[in-house]
């Protein structure tokens, strides 16, 4: 059995991809957020894992800023989304531009994920697409706002 290539990853693209422009030396990545699937301690050598692979992060809710706005921008992998869609996306924040701001204030470097359903019934998440936005945007706290998902 094959396993599928993540939605995160650059290799389940057939074509060419864009990345974002973020500041070289100039960020504050995220270290306790993202959970690598290579991070596993008990990955045995030699053991073909059947699993597709996913990444654990926290996710956030988050409010689309209007088109004109400068300090909010998503570019979306398959078009823009119908607002009952938006409203079920969800970001995992990458990085930090490092300025001294409140984290309102303050520009994130995020991917954009959506739920789905994986092939054992489980709700999973796989990338929707990338962008940044200002803190104002995303919903810290709060039931639901904030939690670990997988992402496929």
Not at 31 to 49: F, L, Y
Request: charged share 25%; hydrophobic share 40%; with cysteine.
């Amino acid at each position: 059995m094959s396993q599928a290539v993540p939605s995160w990853s650059w290799m389940g693209y057939k074509n060419a991809i864009d990345y974002l422009d973020m500041p070289f030396g100039g960020m504050d990545w995220t270290t306790d957020d993202i959970i690598s699937p290579w991070a596993r301690e008990n990955i045995s050598m030699g053991v073909r894992d059947t699993r597709p692979m996913s990444l654990k992060a926290i996710a956030r809710a988050f409010i689309v800023g209007a088109d004109h706005e400068t300090d909010f921008e998503i570019f979306y992998d398959m078009g823009n989304p119908a607002p009952a869609v938006e409203k079920t996306l969800r970001c995992v924040i990458l990085g930090t531009v490092r300025a001294k701001k409140v984290r309102e204030e303050a520009v994130h470097y995020v991917l954009v994920i959506r739920p789905i359903t994986s092939s054992e019934g489980e709700k999973v998440y796989e990338r929707a697409g990338v962008g940044h936005m200002a803190g104002r945007y995303i919903q810290w706290s709060g039931i639901d706002q904030a939690r670990m998902v997988a992402i496929q």
